[in-house]
């Protein structure tokens, strides 16, 4: 019996251990949750006025690898669930330059297909999501990033919703992006 009670509680915490790394309520499959991960953490680092200065000091290295704009492109063009979901959840994140414009394009690009989508979104659970995944990458990949806050990467609420709108009338106008 004790054997049995020992196996079960090493089984139990293998387990706890495992979901512990994805605490979010929605699973993403690997490559939208990849993506989801680059596309926070390269915000949260272009953010940064100390990885700037960082990198102002390696004058050889070419510190713009474009991945957050290839991981937007990413969520664009997959239709799955999961990505699409993951593209929506964008809308937290406070993208600026050319990542807003790859973002414009993909949601323009799906049009009608993500409308229905777009207004059942729920604006507090997108900010949850980018709070979420931008705490999760502070504990693991910016734990350097110390002068940029959840709220210098994330929208809130009041914000989210003012952006959907405008998607929303933009693609019932039936706006496309100029590529």
Known sequence: MKKYRIISVVIFFNFTIMCRGHSSDVEFDPVTRFA????INEQARELSHSVRLSREK???VYYETGA???AILLLGRDKSVDSTTALINLFGVDLDGE???TFSCSILDRGNEILKRLK???PSEVENNCIELFNEAKKRDLLEV??????DVCRSTVEI?????????AIESKIYCDE
């Open 146 to 151: 110390n002068d940029v806050g959840v709220h």
């Open 99 to 101: 990542a807003s414009e």
């Open 161 to 169: 919703d003012k952006h959907r709108n405008t998607y929303v009338k």
């Open 120 to 122: 059942d979104m729920k």
């Open 58 to 60: 390696c004058r050889e």
């Open 36 to 39: 989801q991960e680059v596309i």
């Open 68 to 70: 957050m704009v290839l």
